[in-house]
């Protein structure tokens, strides 16, 4: 039995009806050369024979109100977490994203361990597709994406005799599980106290740390620094709308070649690169609907602090990056994301895991308060969360064939009604957005607002335009 961690266990107390708390993520593969017609019939077949489960996908939810645990059940029905399905015809990529916009919006049963996958056939181009969610109780991000690679390898001949994904192994680690897992109860009194002492002197020796970051920060918001950041800066605009049930899925692939000789020349991030291309897509998007606010719009990005042995749980905070949406000319805008996010990458490098935790929650606490029913005001903490996950350094194969896209689904939230999460691999950056479709019509333009940018960036930096 393991207890959630407080982060974890927010995932499942703010679940709503219309508001699921699970991620996912689409994943597009090419056929095997040669493969016969019943190939994805066959691989469903294959796929049923792991009637096994490990860790995390065989644990299920124990316990009452917050006080909710992990057990790890030897009670596995396949049947409720695997399905083999068809798209309908033409069997176009609308096609495919629509249905999981349609699979996405629904909950999962915490009855069960909470995941699903989908294997999905049909699509015209004769790939195949694997479609699969888990809540955000269970994972973060980062965390999802290394478990789905974790069932592919650099090899194809490797890759067909792995197992399941939900049958995979979990890694071996130089830190001992069962000990990091111990609740204090199980201690003994004097490992308990040793526990909880450690745990104080830690807490007490962070305080000094955070508060003078705090004071610098602050101090830098009074003198009106450009590249800081408030928590109550975000304007409100119809992105921090409530949302309905409904959601709207889009997906697209873009040319990291093309985004890293923009960072190189400009002397910033990949990661600048495109914060600087959502904004520029979000200033053309809401102008179009006569919502873009005179105020530049903010993002959440959140910004991993999880250590290597760690597969599970959420381990991430928080950093509010500008995007310029006020300005109209593209440089302009790249380098005022480029500011933004180096101090904020500056102020958080110099803490450790816990401090940054600690320090994200006292800078946005102000703007969070905004988000509580009844509060609301002028100002929010964020208007969009975007998301920059790192996918495969070369390529992979599941099941023997080769993988050729993998597009986050996240989460909206009342007052997040868009999400834009990226993955990045070796050749390709995949960029999936999730937003509440009646509170954000025709969202799926921003797909084509994106490569516009990009060209734009590349034309402004003197680069020539690759597309």
Known sequence: MKYLSPV?????????????????????????????????????????????????????????????????????????????????????????????????????????????????????????????????????????????????????????????????????????????????AQLSPAARM?????????????????????????????????????????????????????????????????????????????????LALCGSALRRYLGELNELPTSPLIAAVPVSIRREESETGNEICLALANLGTHLDDPMARLTCVQGSMNYAKAMLRSMTPAQMMAYTLAMLGPGAMTLLPGIGGQRTVANVVISHVPGPRTPVYWQGCELDGIYPASLVLDGFALNITLISRHDKIDFGILACRKTLPGVQRLLDYLDEALGELENAVGLPNAA
């Not at 740390?209 to 003198?223: E, P, S, W």
């Open 8 to 184: 974890d266990s927010l995932f499942l107390l703010a679940e709503r009806r219309h508001q699921p708390l699970h991620v996912g993520a689409l994943c597009l593969f090419h056929r095997p050369e040669g493969a016969p017609a019943d190939f994805a019939a066959t691989l469903a077949h294959h796929l049923r024979e792991s009637t096994r489960a490990t860790c995390p996908f065989n644990r299920r939810l124990q316990g009452r109100w917050a006080l909710k645990s992990w057990d790890d059940t030897d009670d596995f029905d396949l049947h409720q977490h695997f399905v083999h399905l068809s798209l309908p015809q033409p069997g176009r990529i609308r096609e495919l994203l629509a249905m999981v916009s349609r699979v996405h919006s629904a909950h999962l049963d915490r009855a069960y361990p909470l995941w699903r996958t989908y294997l999905i056939e049909g699509l015209e181009d004769n790939r195949i597709a694997l479609y699969s969610k888990i809540h955000h109780s269970v994972v973060d991000g980062v965390a999802g994406i290394r478990l789905m690679l974790k069932s592919m390898s650099e090899d194809p001949f490797d890759s067909l005799n792995m197992p399941a994904p939900w049958e995979m192994r979990p890694r071996r680690t130089r830190h001992r599980r069962q000990r990091l897992s111990t609740p204090v």
């Open 194 to 274: 040793a526990q909880l002492y450690a745990t104080a002197r830690s807490g007490a020796l962070s305080v000094p740390v955070v508060a003078k970051h705090i004071r610098h920060t602050l101090q830098d918001l009074h003198h009106h620094n450009p590249d800081v950041v408030g928590s109550l800066q975000a304007p409100r605009c119809i992105l921090n709308s409530k949302i309905t049930g409904s959601r709207r899925f889009a997906a697209q692939s873009y040319s990291s070649a093309r985004i890293k000789a923009i960072a190189r020349t400009t002397g910033g991030t990949s990661n600048d690169v495109i």
